[in-house]
């Protein structure tokens, strides 16, 4: 999947410096000049707004630093949630080979930039891993999003990347199934203003049910 730029609405992404008062237990300097509000929403009741701020006459507002500009940009990635998908694409099978893959538009690169006043950054999000929990006490971690299962496929061949397979129904489970559950893990780096550096690892989830009956027999031509 091609990457996704997330840059939503301007008013949302830019922020900007406007006039305003004192804040609670703040003095207006005798020098002249005027107090500054950094505004990232047009409430201002974004988290990243800051001030007011005292800038003397002539001067410039100072802006916030790369790191503060690219967190503002990594509060605005917006991961899309894993899509899970599993052939055979009802009932899994005892000891046949189940394939597991999430959807392209879940397993991608994902950016967002923000800026002020001199000063743009761009954080980017990008999936390292996908773990699968199956249900069954066992895991499978992938270092990809999975390979979908091929049309005319033989059912006996596993998956190159990303498969487990059954060795007990899910008979007596709830619902007669195998909770399943997918951790995809995102390495956030960020760059800007001749700056870069990296964020905590992010994560996403879903979970599915998987039935899986004893097998009776796969044939195949």
Same mark, same amino acid.
């Given at each position: ?111 967002? *930039?923000? @800026?002020?006043? &001199?000063? +743009?950054? !761009? ?6 891993? %996908?773990?699968? $929990? ?54 956030? *780096?960020? @760059?800007?203003? &001749?700056? +870069?550096? !990296? ?6 989830? %879903?979970?599915? $049910? ?12």
């Amino acid at each position: 999947m091609g990457g996704q730029e997330q840059n939503g609405d301007d008013k949302l992404l830019g922020c900007r410096y406007v006039p305003a008062g004192p804040g609670p237990g703040q003095e207006t300097p005798k020098e002249p000049g005027g107090w500054f509000m950094l505004l990232c929403s047009p409430d201002g009741k974004d988290p990243d707004s800051r001030g007011p701020i005292w800038v003397p006459a002539g001067a410039d507002a100072p802006p916030p630093s790369p790191e503060q500009v690219a967190e503002m940009a990594r509060k605005r990635l917006r991961l899309p949630m894993p899509k899970i998908r599993a052939n055979p694409a009802g009932e899994q099978l005892v000891n046949l080979p189940t394939w597991m893959w999430l959807d392209r538009d879940s397993w991608g690169d994902i950016s967002a *930039t923000a @800026s002020v006043p &001199g000063v +743009s950054v !761009t954080a980017v999000a990008r999936p390292l891993s %996908a773990t699968w $929990s199956m249900g069954d006490g066992s895991s499978v971690t992938c270092t990809s999003s999975g390979t979908p299962f091929p049309s005319g496929g033989d059912p006996k061949s596993a998956s190159p990347d990303c498969g487990h397979t059954y060795r007990s129904s899910s008979a007596g489970r709830p619902a007669q199934a195998f909770l399943v559950s997918v951790k995809v893990q995102w390495a956030v *780096t960020w @760059s800007g203003a &001749g700056q +870069s550096g !990296t964020f905590p690892n992010l994560s996403t989830t %879903a979970s599915a $049910s998987f039935r899986v009956a004893e097998s009776q027999g796969i044939t195949t031509g």
